[in-house]
Nanobody
Framework: QVQLVESGGGLVQAGGSLRLSCAAS????????MGWFRQAPRMEREFVAV????????YYADSVKGRFTISRDNAKNTVYLQMNSLKPEDTAVYYC????????????????WGQGTQVTVSS
C-alpha cells in the first residue's frame, strides 16, 4: 500500500508558476501510474494530468494543456506537476493519486490519494 504526500502549493499571482511534488512511500513507485487532480470550493474533483508507470506517456485535461507538465522521478519516488501561466481559475486543492492498473482521467479508478495541497492564484 502506498502513501502519498503532496507539497509545493502556495499563493501566486496570475501568470506565475509553481511546482507541486508528490512523494510516495510504502510501495514500489514504478508500478503505479500517477495522476494529479484538483478540487475548487463547491466543485467536484477534476482530472488535471496523468503519467504512466515508466513516464513514457502523459495525458492532460484540455484546461491545462500547454501550461502544466507532469513528470516523475522513479529513483526519488516522486511525481511533479510544473504549473506555468497560472490563472485564477486554477485555484484549488491539488491532489495526487496512484493506481497500479489504471491509467486515465477517472477519479473513481484511483486507489490511493494524498491529503492535498492548496494552490491559490490571485488576479
Amino acid at each position: 500500500q502506498v502513501q502519498l504526500v503532496e507539497s509545493g502549493g502556495g499563493l501566486v499571482q496570475a501568470g506565475g508558476s509553481l511546482r507541486l511534488s508528490c512523494a510516495a512511500s510504502g510501495g514500489t513507485f514504478s508500478t503505479y501510474a500517477m495522476g494529479w487532480f484538483r478540487q475548487a470550493p463547491r466543485m467536484e474533483r477534476e482530472f488535471v494530468a496523468v503519467i504512466s508507470w515508466s513516464g513514457g506517456s502523459t495525458y492532460y485535461a484540455d484546461s491545462v494543456k500547454g501550461r502544466f507538465t507532469i513528470s516523475r522521478d522513479n529513483a526519488k519516488n516522486t511525481v511533479y506537476l510544473q504549473m506555468n501561466s497560472l490563472k485564477p481559475e486554477d485555484t484549488a486543492v491539488y491532489y495526487c493519486a496512484a493506481d497500479q492498473i489504471y491509467y486515465g482521467s477517472s477519479r473513481y479508478e484511483y486507489d490511493y490519494w494524498g491529503q492535498g495541497t492548496q494552490v491559490t492564484v490571485s488576479s
